[in-house]
């Protein structure tokens, strides 16, 4: 080990900006790699430099702390591209996960790309990625939202956009809207296959997974669920099985795709008849293998 983090600490350059990822609760969570960018960056950016220094504290490491926040993230660059001009490297993390994604980091890293430096991932711990790890989701696409929003009416015409997403959906809620945001779901899909992550990496890490009605239930038996730090994940939406499409969209695919291209004449034919675009198209390439 002691080999490794020695490689770590030799391929730190100066005049480099580092966006480190930490432990989203259990402190082992952390690199090798992490810990030498911030026990040798002369400088640590931090979002909040108390929860920060007790994390630095527990690996036995002395860093500058320097406070940079969502509201100051601008200002802080100027001080930070100044530090890198003079050959120093720098840190940046966030209070937990990794920087930039819901958490400042972001500007940060824009302007000093822009001042003409480099700007290093270090990877490690997310919430978004080890939610996904355990859901079983098996569609090759997700999306990730971030906060959902906080009014009811916003939260509904989101979901109602995502009610019939083919690909799962990720999402980070507080615990006091969570009740309410799952009575908006209610609304929409019911019995669309979710999953609560809460606590993630901490001790009392709990994974739900069910529909919304299920879900809902679960917390309303255990008011322990409504606590600590969330992430939802919504499946993709089952779509119904059709063994044949309907004749006349079979007719309609037929003369569009004697003149036009496959995937237009599927967008065509769709708009046309109603069907759906995927098994117009599908149905297409099944008629093209045939005569082959």
């Not at 822009?114 to 711990?125: D, H, L, R």
Request: hydrophobic residues 45%; aromatic residues 6%.
């Amino acid at each position: 080990m002691q080999k490794h983090f020695q490689k770590a600490l030799d391929s730190i350059q100066p005049q480099t900006l580092y966006i480190v990822a930490t432990p989203i609760g259990n402190l082992a969570d952390i690199t090798l790699r992490a810990l030498a960018v911030l026990q040798k960056a002369d400088l640590v950016c931090a979002e909040d430099t108390r929860v920060s220094a007790q994390l630095l504290s527990a690996y036995g490491i002395q860093a500058k702390l320097i406070s940079v926040r969502e509201h100051n993230e601008q200002q802080m660059a100027d001080k930070i591209i100044t530090a890198l001009e003079n050959g120093q490297s720098v840190a940046q993390i966030s209070d937990a996960g990794t920087p930039a994604v819901c958490d400042p980091g972001a500007k940060l890293a824009t302007r000093v790309r822009e001042a003409g430096f480099s700007v290093v991932p270090v990877v490690g711990a997310s919430a978004v990625m080890g939610a996904l790890s355990v859901a079983g989701v098996t569609e090759p696409n997700f999306y990730f939202h971030g906060f959902l929003p906080p009014k009811s009416g916003e939260r509904i015409k989101l979901f109602e956009r995502w009610q019939n997403a083919d690909y799962a959906i990720i999402a980070f809620e507080t615990p006091h809207r969570i009740a309410a945001t799952l009575d908006d779901m209610m609304h929409i899909f019911p019995e669309r296959k979710i999953m609560l992550a809460r606590e993630m990496t901490k001790t009392f890490e709990t994974f739900l997974s069910g529909s919304v009605r299920d879900i809902q239930a679960a917390l309303k038996n255990d008011s322990n669920q409504s606590r600590g730090e969330m992430v939802l994940l919504i499946h993709a939406a089952i779509k119904e099985k059709t063994d044949t499409l309907p004749e006349h969209a079979q007719n309609v695919m037929n003369i569009l795709t004697a003149e036009l291209p496959t995937k237009q004449a599927a967008e065509l034919a769709a708009k046309i008849t109603g069907a759906n675009k995927k098994d117009l198209y599908n149905l297409a390439i099944s008629w093209k293998t045939q005569s082959s």
